[in-house]
């Protein structure tokens, strides 16, 4: 198996959204952002799929010395192989897929949020800098664009968090800010039992409407200039923005299932935006 027939797969196997929005790209860039996309998947799942927290750090400890090692000219990983061709031709940097790492890194040091600005921070490495490495495969010509594709990549990954409670916290994990969980007296153990209630309904609100707020922030942030390169993170924002409001129609039954679109419908809302320039 080469190194692209590698992060092809892992890219389809993961059945995500971001796959979707790949498929109108041209072949250069749509290589580039699945190898690019490759290596995400790869660094979370360590932290996802290995249980010994040990282990999990020896793992990826190992990912930051193959990115060094890679950026040295020596890739040895399938993905890392994939990628470096991409990062010289689209100008990622060492720092950023360290930054990737470095957020995979909080979940196995931190389970819990003091407030949003400490989750923010999680955030902007695990969403943020992936957003920005994005656009500039997608074929960013403005500065500006930077903040846009920081500003989506917080609502994407606030809507994962909405969309994952149930699922994080069979993993011991809230990612909802302690501090908002006072505000709305939503105690930690009522989310670890699944016990729902009109005070997490409430919370569960709150939380919604930030991250439409930053959709459409990030929306305003966008150049025009930049708006038709820019595609595919447009098509990721009206599939995740539905996903959202898909939780929302259903009430935030989050704690017992993980709701989600079906394929056809994510090609379906990725297409009318390639197609009609429509979210």
Known sequence: MTPEQYVQ???????????????????????????????????????????????ARTKLAWWKAEVAKSFAGQPSHPVTKALMPAAQAFGIEQRQLQAVIEGCEMDLDQTRYLDFAGLERYCHLVAGVVGEVSARIFGQTEPRTTAYAHTLGLAFQLTNIIRDVGEDARRGRIYLPVSELQQFDVKAHEILKGAYSDRFTALMKFQADRAHRLYDEALALLPPADRRAQKPGLMMASIYRTLLREIERDGFQVLHQRVGLTPLRKFWLAWKVQALGRL
């Open 9 to 55: 797969e892992k890219a389809a196997a993961s059945g995500s959204s971001f796959y979707y929005a790949f498929l109108f790209l041209p072949p250069p860039r749509r290589a580039a952002i699945t190898a690019f996309y490759a290596f995400c998947r790869e660094v979370d799942d360590v932290v996802d799929e290995v249980s010994d927290a040990g282990v």
